[in-house]
Every structure is written in C-alpha cells, then in structure tokens.
C-alpha cells in the first residue's frame, strides 16, 4: 500500500507561539517579511499622451497617413501633420544619394559618364591607407549628407586610371552632362586647412556643383552664399562647445 504523506501549510508569515518564543531566544531565524508583489503599473498607452508637434514628429510617414481621422476635430494638429507628410515625402525625393558611394573601374561610365544631366558628379581618386585620402573621404562624407542631390563616389585610383601616381592623392573629378568640369590634385589644393567647408567653397569656385535638393536652380554665388552660411554655424557652434568645456573645467 502506498505511503502518502501529506504536508499542511499556514498562511505565509503566519508562526505559531512556541516559534515567537524561539526566536526571541535566538533559536530561530527572523522571521522573513511576508511577500508583497510590486504594485499594478498599467503600460503607457501612447494614444492618451498630449497630442502636439513633438507627437506628430514621432510618427513615420504611415503613421502620419493613419491619423488623417483621428485629428478632424484639431485643426492645428491636422495642419501641423499634413505640413510634416509633405516635408517627409520631398525629402524622400530629394534623398537621391546622400552618402561617398564606392565603384569600381566597370561602374565608371554607368555611374558617372552616364549620370542625368542636372546631376553633378563628385569623383574621388584614392587609396587605403593614405592620411590624406582619409581626411578627404571624411570631409566628402560631411558634404553628401549636408547635399544629397549632388552625387559622391570614391573609387581606387589605379581602378580608374592605370598607374597613376600616388603622389597625387587625393584626387578629385568634377562632372556634370557627361563632361569633366574640375580637377583637384592634392590636400593642398583645399588650402591650409582641410574642412568640409573649405572643399566646398572651392567645388563651387566655378560652378554650382552643391545642391541640397530643396532649393531648386541656384547659382553659383548663392551656393557659396549657403556654403559660408554653414561654415559660421560650425564655427559658432565649436567656439560655444569649448567654453562650454572651459567652463566645466574651471569648477
């Protein structure tokens, strides 16, 4: 027959009055405290936030599409998203390239010879490896964010002209209509000090080659004029972060 054993159990915390007199003479353990589960946080429910810009500006573009009815009733915030869908479907056009795309010899004539006629082209000759190349490559890399509808591409130099020197890395090419419109040989050739502002100015000493997309026909004189524009803020913004640093450093 089999042996069942059967076990009986209290509330939890609950002791008996010979186990109080036991720990009071430090023959048992403390009493643990009973057990309390965390109290009840309901999920934050999004929906029941305040709706204003910084909720519109959350949203994707399918979001925004899907709020079309719950803003009748707010005319502002209907506004507000519509104006944010048209800024992110532009940008969405504009955004044609916006990075330094690697080719290679083969891709030559397919990305760069062949390229529509009001794209300009941005063509950079270099190697691994070479300091210059790579304070080049970052400033170029600065640039095709800031001007997505110009198009950037790096390629090896011997992949695009056959033993050509390293001397005169890096190089850059400007084309445009299927026609070369610049050549810069060297780091020097972007003064003293390489930036992204100073590469800009100089691709834009004879043609508009920058174009950020949203500005549409400009001249030469008003790119420069948005190139130096930018070029303050950088400095602004560098001179207030060292006091910022100075200032933390003082203390």
């Not at 009840?40 to 573009?61: G, H, M, Q, T, V």
């Not at 390229?115 to 600065?142: I, N, T």
């Not at 834009?204 to 803020?233: A, H, Y």
Request: glycine content about 4%.
């Amino acid at each position: 027959m089999a042996d069942y054993h059967f076990v009986y159990k209290d509330l939890e915390g609950a002791s008996t009055q010979w186990d109080d007199i036991q720990r009071k003479l430090g023959n048992l353990p403390p009493k643990p405290p009973p057990f309390k589960p965390a109290p009840f946080s309901p999920a934050e429910d999004e929906d029941a936030n305040p709706k204003d810009k910084l909720w519109i500006d959350r949203k994707n573009d399918v979001e925004l599409e899907d709020l079309e009815d719950d803003l009748d009733d707010d005319r502002f915030l209907e506004d507000y998203r519509k104006k944010r869908l048209a800024e992110m479907r532009e940008a969405a056009k504009v955004a044609k390239f916006g990075s330094v795309i690697p080719i290679s010899g083969t891709d030559f004539v397919r990305q760069v010879s062949q390229a529509p006629q009001d794209v300009w082209v941005v063509v950079l000759l270099y190697k691994e490896g070479l300091s210059d190349c790579q304070l080049l490559l970052h400033c170029l890399e600065d640039l095709s964010n800031k001007y997505p509808a110009t198009k950037f591409v790096k390629i090896i130099s011997t992949d695009c002209i056959p033993n050509y020197p390293d001397r005169n890395l890096p190089t850059l090419l400007i084309y445009n209509n299927s026609a070369i419109k610049a050549t810069y040989v060297g780091i020097n050739s972007f003064g003293r000090r390489c930036t992204p502002e100073s590469v800009a100015l100089f691709l834009c000493r004879t043609d508009p080659v920058l174009n950020d997309g949203f500005s549409g026909e400009r001249s030469m004189e008003d790119v420069i004029d948005g190139v130096r524009k930018k070029f303050v803020e950088r400095v602004l913004t560098e001179h207030e972060e060292e006091e910022d640093d100075s200032g933390g450093n003082s203390d």
